[in-house]
Each structure stands twice: as structure tokens, then as C-alpha cells.
């Protein structure tokens, strides 16, 4: 397994979360944040992400609702990947 620095971490984060984001018409910063959040909970993926073997598209589709962090939702309320039900992406 390769050894990448923090600059090419963060370089790939960033490339993927502004390329997604223009896509989806969210916000890369938004972006960048779900992925940090993602792969914190699966680090066993991080190296793949980085070295450009896999994209949020082989995430799984819940991604942005299986992280370690909370978010801010559609209804001003701070959310925790615990607290949301199957099925309900806040």
C-alpha cells in the first residue's frame, strides 16, 4: 500500500467534492465534509479513494447519512447518522 502525504489526502478530497458537487448543485465545501465523514467510518477505503481507484459513486448509497459527522438538514436541525431511519436521508 502506498504512503500518500496529507497534500495529496486533501488534494483528492478536493478534487472529488468539487466535481461532485458542481454535478449534484451542491455546495464542494458540503461536499468535501460528507466525504471526510464517510471514509472516518471506513477507513478501509480511504486508501483506494485517494490512489483514484474509487469515487463516491462506489460509496454506498447511503453515504452521505453513514458518516461520523453531523449535518445540518433541510429542516434546520443538526443530525447524527445514528439517530436517522433506514430510508430517511434528513
Known amino acids: 500500500m502506498k504512503t500518500y502525504t496529507a497534500a495529496e489526502v486533501i488534494e483528492r478530497i478536493a ?3 468539487g466535481a461532485v458537487g458542481m454535478q449534484a448543485g451542491v455546495g464542494g465545501m458540503e ?6 465523514s464517510y471514509l ?5 477505503l480511504i486508501e483506494p ?4 481507484k474509487i469515487s463516491t459513486i462506489d460509496f454506498s448509497p447511503r ?4 458518516g461520523r459527522l453531523t449535518w ?3 429542516d434546520d ?3 447524527d ?10
Do not use: Y
Request: no cysteine.
Open 72 to 74: 445540518l438538514g433541510r
Open 31 to 36: 461536499t468535501a465534509g460528507a466525504i471526510v
Open 40 to 44: 472516518a467510518n471506513h477507513p478501509d
Open 15 to 17: 478534487q472529488v467534492a
Open 81 to 90: 447518522a445514528g439517530d436517522v431511519a433506514l430510508g430517511d436521508a434528513a
Open 77 to 79: 436541525k443538526i443530525h
Open 63 to 66: 453515504w452521505l447519512v453513514e
Open 49 to 52: 479513494f485517494v490512489a483514484g
